[in-house]
């Protein structure tokens, strides 16, 4: 008998998380993981700014406030650096001119943001008296190079 009621369990332990996934691969394509971690990152990113506020001694909610109106200002850039490639390959299907190149954007974008988010969270966990590895620091920053080399050679301003 016990062994029927675990099988019970696990069946929906997996109906939950296969409708989970399925909901995310729908609402977000079949990287839904990327978006995921990139909220992941945000997450982590409040929790270590808050500890490093905490262990300084300078809390400020106004402070904390902005950070998630700022967390907020990234998904929204996500959503119309994505949205807007999306619609230049929908013109493309219109024209007849294949524009599918443009879906890139969306996911430098995603990239240099998540790139944002992880030095951030080094950053706030070496304030808190952490140690980091040196080659994660420097593989960040190769990443960071790489992905905003285009935008530093053009040397965009707004």
Same mark, same amino acid.
């Given at each position: 008998?016990?062994?029927?009621?675990?099988?019970?369990?696990?069946?929906?332990?997996?109906?939950?998380?296969?409708?989970?996934?399925?909901?995310?691969?729908?609402?977000?394509?079949?990287?839904?993981?990327?978006?995921?971690?990139?909220?992941?990152?945000?997450?982590?990113?409040?929790?270590?700014?808050?500890?490093?506020?905490?262990?300084?001694?300078? #809390? /400020?909610?106004?402070?904390?406030?902005?950070? !998630?109106?700022?967390? %907020?200002?990234?998904? +929204?850039? @996500?959503?119309?650096?994505?949205?807007?490639?999306?619609?230049?390959?929908?013109?493309?299907?219109?024209?007849?001119?294949?524009?599918?190149?443009?879906?890139?954007?969306?996911?430098?974008?995603?990239?240099?943001?998540?790139?944002?988010?992880?030095?951030?969270?080094? #950053? /706030?966990?070496?304030?808190?008296?952490?140690? !980091?590895?040196?080659? %994660?620091?420097?593989? +960040?920053? @190769?990443?960071?190079?790489?992905?905003?080399?285009?935008?530093?050679?053009?040397?965009?301003?707004?």
């Amino acid at each position: 008998m016990s062994n029927l009621s675990d099988l019970n369990y696990m069946d929906s332990y997996n109906a939950i998380v296969g409708s989970v996934v399925t909901f995310l691969t729908m609402v977000l394509g079949e990287h839904w993981i990327l978006f995921a971690l990139f909220l992941l990152f945000n997450v982590i990113d409040f929790i270590t700014g808050w500890m490093k506020a905490r262990i300084t001694k300078k #809390e /400020n909610s106004i402070k904390g406030f902005k950070g !998630v109106i700022k967390k %907020l200002g990234y998904w +929204l850039i @996500i959503l119309v650096s994505f949205s807007t490639s999306l619609l230049f390959v929908e013109i493309g299907e219109v024209l007849e001119i294949n524009l599918s190149i443009t879906t890139m954007l969306g996911w430098f974008v995603l990239a240099s943001l998540a790139i944002n988010e992880v030095r951030s969270i080094i #950053e /706030n966990i070496v304030e808190c008296g952490y140690k !980091v590895p040196v080659i %994660l620091i420097k593989g +960040l920053d @190769i990443a960071s190079r790489v992905i905003n080399k285009k935008e530093d050679d053009e040397d965009v301003k707004y």
